[in-house]
Nanobody, 121 residues
Framework: QVQLVESGGASVEAGGSLRLSCVVS????????MDWFRQIQGKERELVGA???????NYASSVRGRFSISRDNAKNTIYLQMNSLKPEDTAIYYC???????????????WGRGTQVNVYA
């Protein structure tokens, strides 16, 4: 069974940095584009950034210039490097991925359970 697991969330002082990881486990046949989302308390879940299979990336304006996404296809893992963190970045961070479980399967969108990031002033 394919599963996404985020890790790396913590409490950090404003101005600090964190690196989140998202591992796609369970031997997927193909892992396509992946995304980082976050949900700030009281708000809707929002896109942080996306990365496709070739490593092309896109970021929300709120994090552009501070966050960066990378992927290691051999490990089926993506990373979210977060620098210059602000209290407004406090949220649960989720990853998702488009997965083919088998050679003849359709792509499915899977979500991780999230990891909590707290940024304090």
């Amino acid at each position: 069974q394919v599963q996404l697991v985020e890790s790396g969330g913590a409490s950090v002082e404003a101005g600090g940095s964190l690196r989140l990881s998202c591992v796609v486990s369970g031997h997927p046949f193909t892992v396509g584009a992946m995304d980082w989302f976050r949900q700030i308390q009281g708000k809707e879940r929002e896109l942080v950034g996306a990365i496709n299979e070739l490593g092309n990336v896109n970021y929300a304006s709120s994090v552009r210039g501070r966050f960066s996404i990378s992927r290691d296809n051999a490990k089926n893992t993506i990373y979210l490097q977060m620098n210059s963190l602000k209290p407004e970045d406090t949220a649960i961070y989720y990853c998702n991925a488009r997965i083919k479980a088998d050679v003849n399967s359709r792509y499915e969108l899977l979500w991780g359970r999230g990891t909590q990031v707290n940024v304090y002033a």
